[in-house]
C-alpha cells in the first residue's frame, strides 16, 4: 500500500522560501506520477505541480518560475521548492501519487495516494 508523508511546512514572510518534502513508501517512485496538490480556503482543489514516473515535471501555469518539483528515486522523495512565497501561497500542501498510468499523470485531479498535508502560512 502505497503511503506518503509530507514535511516542511510552516510559517514564512511574503518573499520568503520553504521546501516540501514527500517520504514515499510502498511503492517504486519511479514508475510512478507523483505530485503536489494544494487547498486554499474558499478556493477549488488545485494542481501545484507534478512529475512523471520519467522525470517530466508540469507546473500550473500560474506558479511557474516560483516552484520547483523535483524528485529523488534513489531514495523514494518528492520535493516542492517554493520561492517567492505570496499570501496567496498559504494553503494546506498535499502530496499525491499515482501508479495507474505507466508512469504518467493522471488529467484530473484524480490521484489514487494523497498524504496527510502540510501547511503552508505566507503572512504579508
Known amino acids: 500500500e502505497a503511503e506518503l508523508a509530507e514535511s516542511g511546512g510552516g510559517s514564512v514572510q511574503a518573499g520568503g522560501s520553504l521546501r516540501l518534502s514527500c517520504a514515499a513508501s510502498g511503492f517504486n517512485a519511479s514508475r510512478y506520477c507523483m505530485g503536489w496538490v494544494r487547498q486554499r480556503p474558499g478556493k477549488e482543489r488545485e494542481r501545484v505541480a507534478t512529475?512523471?514516473?520519467?522525470?517530466?515535471?508540469k507546473y500550473a501555469n500560474s506558479l511557474k518560475g516560483r516552484f520547483t518539483i523535483s524528485k529523488d528515486n534513489s531514495k523514494n522523495i518528492l520535493y516542492l521548492q517554493m520561492n517567492s512565497l505570496q499570501p496567496d501561497d498559504s494553503s494546506m500542501y498535499y502530496c499525491v501519487a499515482d501508479g495507474a498510468y505507466n508512469g504518467y499523470c493522471p488529467a484530473e485531479n484524480i490521484f489514487a495516494s494523497w498524504g496527510q498535508g502540510t501547511q503552508v502560512s505566507v503572512s504579508s
Open positions: 512529475i512523471t514516473g520519467y522525470g517530466a515535471p
